[in-house]
């Protein structure tokens, strides 16, 4: 006898496969931000101890430039998004706010359409603000992606969305459950 346990909170269950909205998305941007910046900041002082290390009693507190933060900031925030959509659809801020990010189809997105929407969110964060317009709650980078953001808390492997994610609204289904789990 199997003994299946429902890993969605039953008050999350009604959203379970919708589009997310602009709020939910805004905290888990700043989820993931926070995280690089703590990144940044670490590897900073990560420096500083190699500088006072080799320099010893001349030691100098090294000053990066000012185009630095703002350069570092952006590439490493590509790379982490690029990496943690392309591998499960989700950074850390997507899954601490149940978010799941889909292409076209319905599954996590390949490396190139991951690379692009990471990019387009850094280079132009204010296209989330098109979900307060948006019918379909869909941001500037969804639409020229024809990616989704789905409410998904459901953590086990082989989420599959149906084939209505680019439709109006997105329901979720298991590639490899049994029928009817849900």
Known sequence: MTIRVNTVPEEARAFQGRRAGLV????????DIGIVVIALVVAYLGFVVVVFLVQGREFAMPVPPLWL?????????????????????????????????????????????????AALNVVFPLGLAW?????????????????SVIYDWDVRPGFRAAPS?????????RRDGPKGSR
């Open 24 to 31: 939910t998305r805004v905290v888990a941007a700043g989820i």
């Open 69 to 117: 933060g703002p350069v570092a900031g952006a590439v490493v925030m590509t790379l982490y998004l690029t990496r943690w959509w392309h591998i499960g659809g989700r950074t850390y801020g997507n899954h601490v706010m149940g978010l799941r990010v889909l292409d076209r189809q319905g599954r996590k997105p390949n490396i190139v359409t991951a690379f692009l929407r």
């Open 131 to 147: 979900l307060v317009v948006s019918r379909q709650n869909r941001s500037i980078q969804d639409l020229i992606l024809r990616t």
């Open 165 to 173: 994610a680019v439709g109006d609204e997105v329901v979720s289904s």
